[in-house]
């Protein structure tokens, strides 16, 4: 499906005012700088940066929640841009988004099913026993229970949050999903279960994804392409081959030194330093 | 005679719902100049026994042990007073949030001091000389300015610096790391690493590293114990548990690894808790 591209961004800049004080200019900070990348359909783009890099920022443009200052965004041929145009529930549709931390992005006093009926509620003419039965399609889709439909946030471990985080996005239906760090805050096996649930989906549904990571280990297993920014910029954009085995920029190589390994060649390597 | 010695473990939390086993007879030896980590997912208890050793359990935690030997010193029966001459001296621990683990009201340079004068009897001028010598240690820029920063005015990856040099103002015997790059990017987190094998390979003292990342283990640990719901799943040196792991969960939790990932599926922990049962 080469040549379909679902994401286009072009220059994209974002400028955040910061205001002086008694002994302080005022000033402006450029978070973003110049971002372009296009993805295809069905494809995954992960983007890697330390904290402070812009990739939330990103994130934050790309669903909508902020207005770019300058740059285009178009999501499946439709242009984005709030400031001047505002929301409209078809640009809802399209994309949706998963944030890090499933036990601050889920509202404690809502039970599953609310959670999972209110994009529905807010977006469509749906009558309530056509959302349930969606929802409770939905609850088996990403690997839970019928039961759960009733139950509190509370009730729920990380893994569990994240796959109902998941079931919400998706309830739409959208074009793009945007994963901001979706297992930084999961144990290992509980991170290789969601990880394969969005492979599962990505198959099923068609499915974009932007995955925002730091973690590159990560982003080696489930990247088509890959964009590392760094201040705002974008200091490398290829396919994951590319990146990975051939990084260009200074920073992407200080990342991936930094990156620990774990196979038993470096650990090897390790021990007969320190023994040396 | 090793430096800690710990046999069978136990920790009891009383609940509403009756009481939870936390650790359920873990036994743990640590030698001085030796690097061991503690690896396991949440709620495996890996936290728990080290937090039990320094006496930092709430009064709800019931402890019991067979032996609790730091340098032939009983941890079990030691009053609260002697305790805190080898708490923070001896024995000290950082933690995973560096933020938060200083107190925001203090320069860092004041909450360097107080450890200093607690156990070394340091004041004034000489504490001050101290301060910047371990602050220059742990590779603070400028540590004769820093001294009056508050803990807000470094990022997180200084905080932790800080800490850590809280943590070996007094030279301990023995340090425990709980997760002390987990709230770090990778850079930083590699410094922090390279500072602590450093510091440990200097000092020669022992150093526990409490991680659920494999990674972490792999850079730094000589031996590893992999728990994983209040009981030890396996122990062995850092190569053997890597090239050879013995016990199926340690199997399992080494093929979740992203980058060890063969065909198109990861294997989950539960595909091996079938199979394996654990």
Do not use: W
Not at chain 1, 147 to 162: A, V
Not at chain 2, 32 to 53: C, D, F, H
Not at chain 2, 89 to 98: G, L, W, Y
């Amino acid at each position: 499906m080469a040549g379909d591209v679902i994401l286009k961004v072009r220059d994209l800049y974002r400028t955040y005012d910061i205001k002086g004080g008694m002994f302080k200019k005022a000033s402006t900070l450029t978070a973003v700088k110049g971002v372009s990348l296009d993805v295809e359909r069905g494809s995954t783009l992960a983007v890697v940066g330390e904290s402070g890099c812009g990739k939330s920022t990103l994130a934050r443009m790309l669903t909508m929640i902020d207005a770019q200052t300058s740059g285009l965004i178009e999501i499946d041929g439709l242009p984005i841009d709030i400031s001047q145009t505002g929301i409209s529930k078809e640009m809802r549709q399209k994309v949706q988004i998963v944030f890090q931390n499933p036990y601050g992005s889920l509202n404690p006093r809502q039970k599953i099913g609310h959670v999972l009926e209110e994009p529905l509620l807010l977006n469509t003419d749906m009558p309530s026993a056509e959302r349930r039965d969606l929802a409770l399609q939905m609850l088996e889709k990403v690997g839970l229970q019928p039961e759960h439909y009733g139950r509190y946030p509370h009730m729920f471990s990380g893994g569990q949050r994240q796959r109902i985080a998941i079931a919400r996005a998706i309830m739409m239906k959208p074009k793009l999903l945007v994963l901001d760090e979706p297992v930084s805050a999961l144990d290992l096996s509980v991170q290789a279960q969601i990880l394969n649930l969005l492979a599962d989906l990505q198959e099923e549904m068609g499915l974009t994804y932007v995955f925002i990571s730091h973690d590159l280990s990560v982003v080696r297993y489930i990247a088509d392409k890959v964009m590392v920014m760094y201040f705002g910029e974008v200091v490398e954009y290829g396919t994951r081959d590319e990146v990975f085995e051939n990084p260009q920029h200074d920073y992407t190589k200080t990342l991936f030194a930094a990156t620990p390994r774990a196979d038993v060649d470096s650990i090897r390597k390790r021990l007969a330093a320190k023994a040396a | 005679m090793p430096l800690l010695e710990i046999r069978n473990l136990k920790v009891e939390f009383d609940t509403a719902k009756g009481p939870f086993k936390a650790l359920d007879g873990v036994d743990y030896t640590v030698d001085g100049g030796e690097v061991l980590a503690i690896v396991g997912e949440s709620g495996s208890g890996k936290s728990v026994a080290m937090l039990a050793t320094m006496g930092l359990l709430p009064d709800t935690a019931t402890i019991t042990a067979d032996k609790m030997e730091f340098e032939g010193l009983d941890l079990r029966t030691l009053s609260s007073r002697d305790r805190r001459r080898v708490i923070g001296k001896d024995i000290s621990m950082i933690f995973q949030e560096p933020i938060a683990s200083l107190n925001p009201c203090f320069t860092v340079g004041f909450q360097l001091g107080e450890t200093l004068k607690t156990h070394m009897g340091l004041k004034g001028r000489q504490a001050r000389d101290r301060v910047v010598e371990i602050l220059t240690s742990v590779g603070i820029p400028n540590p004769g300015e820093r001294l009056s920063a508050f803990p807000h005015q470094m990022s997180g990856g200084q905080c932790q610096r800080v800490m850590i040099a809280m943590a070996i103002a007094c030279a301990p015997k023995l340090l425990i790391a709980d997760e002390p790059t987990t709230a770090l990017d990778v850079t930083i987190q590699k410094q922090i690493l390279d500072l602590l094998v450093q510091l440990q390979q200097d000092s020669g003292m022992g150093l526990i590293m409490i991680t659920h990342d494999m990674g972490v283990v792999a850079e730094t640990a000589d031996r590893v114990i992999v728990q994983y719901k209040g009981r030890k799943m396996e122990e062995a040196d850092v190569l053997t548990l890597f090239e050879n792991p013995k016990n199926p969960y340690t199997k399992a939790l080494l093929s979740a690894l992203p980058e060890n990932a063969t065909g198109d599926r990861l294997p989950t922990v539960s595909d091996f808790a079938e199979a394996g049962g654990f």
